[in-house]
């Protein structure tokens, strides 16, 4: 089992910065692909990045790609979501997922709200 907690959520100006955690515990962090979805008011959730198990792979939905970061800190079983130069459309729920470990299983986090004013 893994357990996931995501914080750093909160209101932020368009043009600003916000960056988002997820603390992992329970099965081995490194084991799992790391990443985040965002679910926007009346939207589906949708994929916004993702970072391989050692770290060394990244993947950006080509809405955020030069402007949102992912990485992983193994020490702190935490994975980060840097998000500069926000724009209203980012306005989301943010959700931390792990997936592709041993198990065959996904888990979820129970999300952050991002809000973006313009």
């Known amino acids: 089992q893994v357990q996931l907690v995501e914080s750093g959520g909160g209101l932020v100006q368009a043009g600003g910065s916000l960056r988002l955690s997820c603390v992992t515990s329970?099965?081995?962090?490194?084991?799992?692909?790391m990443g985040w979805v965002r679910q926007a008011p009346g939207k589906e959730r949708e994929f916004v990045a993702d970072i391989s198990p050692s770290g060394g792979d990244t993947y950006y939905a080509d809405g955020v790609k030069g402007r949102f970061t992912i990485s992983r800190d193994p020490a702190k079983n935490t994975v980060y979501l840097q998000m500069n130069v926000l724009k209203p459309e980012d306005t989301a729920v943010y959700y931390c997922?792990?997936?592709?470990?041993?198990?065959?299983?996904?888990?979820w986090g129970k999300g952050t709200l991002v809000t973006v004013s313009s």
């Open positions: 329970g099965r081995t962090f490194s084991s799992y692909t």
């Open positions: 997922n792990a997936h592709g470990g041993a198990d065959g299983m996904s888990y």
